[in-house]
């Protein structure tokens, strides 16, 4: 059964949404602000996400950017905002379709229909990732030499491992692991990834592997 993920303020929008999805035999989850709608994805792996670009909390626009530094999941994109310029932003985000409200609920099945054909969402995950001289089982939770990480630097290592290449920005890891109203907490990731580094890294100094993208965010190299 295909996953779908719900994202708008609008309780009847989602209602709406929930029943006729179901209905045709998709599997529903809804979230009702942005730093909910990343925690879904990373927790629940959908299929696919419909997203409204208001939020209360962050712009879709940032959700967007958020996973696209993680997951190429889908997103159809559902707002109020008609405008091109918010079209062509939400898509060059990452969007893969952009519907406009009011919308026909046979239209919008019509376009999740097209954007599931033409999209593959199914990654490989790694089971465990070499990282430098030591190996981390993401499965198991542990580190090959002894290591011992804490529930935060895991929480923190283990998106940067299983996205290798790219950069997952610094308001996204920090929505992931403390919440949104510490998205502005930026000294927390460098006081963690220090700590990353001298446990992981041969020459902490001058990490290989964990890489700060100045301004950003982080990413980890293979």
């Not at 999740?112 to 199914?122: C, D, E, F, P």
């Not at 895991?154 to 920005?169: A, D």
Request: proline share 6%; no cysteine; glycine share 8%.
């Amino acid at each position: 059964m295909t996953r779908i993920l719900v994202v708008d303020d609008e309780p009847q929008i989602l209602r709406a949404l929930r029943i006729n999805l179901a209905a045709r035999h998709y599997e529903v989850a809804v979230a009702a602000d942005g730093s909910s709608a990343l925690r879904q994805a990373a927790d629940w792996r959908p299929d696919l996400i419909v997203l409204d670009l208001g939020l209360p909390d962050i712009d879709g626009v940032d959700v967007i950017h958020g996973l696209r530094g993680w997951t190429r999941v889908p997103i159809v994109v559902l707002s109020g905002r008609a405008g091109n310029e918010d079209k062509v932003g939400a898509l060059d985000a990452g969007a893969d379709d952009y519907v406009t409200k009011p919308f026909g609920i046979d239209e919008l099945l019509a376009r999740i229909r097209a954007v599931s054909r033409r999209t593959s969402v199914q990654e490989a995950e790694p089971a465990a990732v070499r990282l430098g001289d030591r190996t981390v089982d993401l499965v198991g939770k542990t580190v090959s030499g002894g290591i011992r990480l804490t529930p935060t630097e895991w929480h923190i290592l283990e998106i940067l491992l299983r996205n290798p290449g790219k950069l997952i920005p610094q308001r996204y890891l920090l929505t992931q692991v403390w919440g949104s109203k510490h998205v502005k907490e930026t000294h927390y990731l460098r006081q963690y990834m220090a700590q990353l580094r001298r446990k992981l890294e041969r020459d902490p100094a001058h990490p290989r592997h964990l890489i700060t993208e100045p301004g950003m965010g982080y990413r980890y190299v293979p």
